[in-house]
């Protein structure tokens, strides 16, 4: 769903589009009842005052892209879970550095 540069849990301008046709989708389906926004990262160790490990860092991404569709589409909070997973779930290989931007993402899944 969004991809973010290492070490910041800023929403990139060009993921806008994407993460409102998502919400929009959201707003417009009361039949989709929960979905969760999973925050993922690549595997380089992270130690910022904001962000002592991976784990809130995964977990402010997903938190952003929650609470960027709550405030722009109006949804309920109760409907949006955000989840962050650090480095557990990695999709592409991190053996590459193409790899690991890939795996700085938050995604979405419908759960209910």
């Known amino acids: 769903?969004?991809?973010?540069?290492?070490g910041k849990a800023d929403i990139k301008p060009e993921f806008h589009e994407v993460i409102d046709r998502a919400g929009g989708i959201i707003k417009q389906t009361p039949l989709i009842k929960k979905i969760e926004l999973s925050g993922r990262t690549d595997p380089c160790i992270i130690h910022t005052k904001e962000f002592p490990s991976n784990w809130?860092?995964?977990q402010a991404w997903a938190e952003a892209i929650r609470q960027y569709i709550i405030d722009k589409f109006g949804i309920a909070p109760e409907r949006i879970a955000a989840?962050?997973?650090a480095e557990t779930k990695p999709i592409p290989s991190?053996?590459?550095?193409?790899?690991?931007?890939?795996n700085r993402?938050?995604?979405l899944q419908i759960i209910e």
Do not use: D, I, W
């Open 105 to 107: 993402r938050t995604q």
């Open 56 to 58: 809130e860092l995964s």
């Open 1 to 6: 769903m969004a991809s973010f540069e290492t």
């Open 83 to 85: 989840k962050g997973y």
């Open 94 to 102: 991190n053996a590459t550095p193409e790899g690991m931007y890939k």
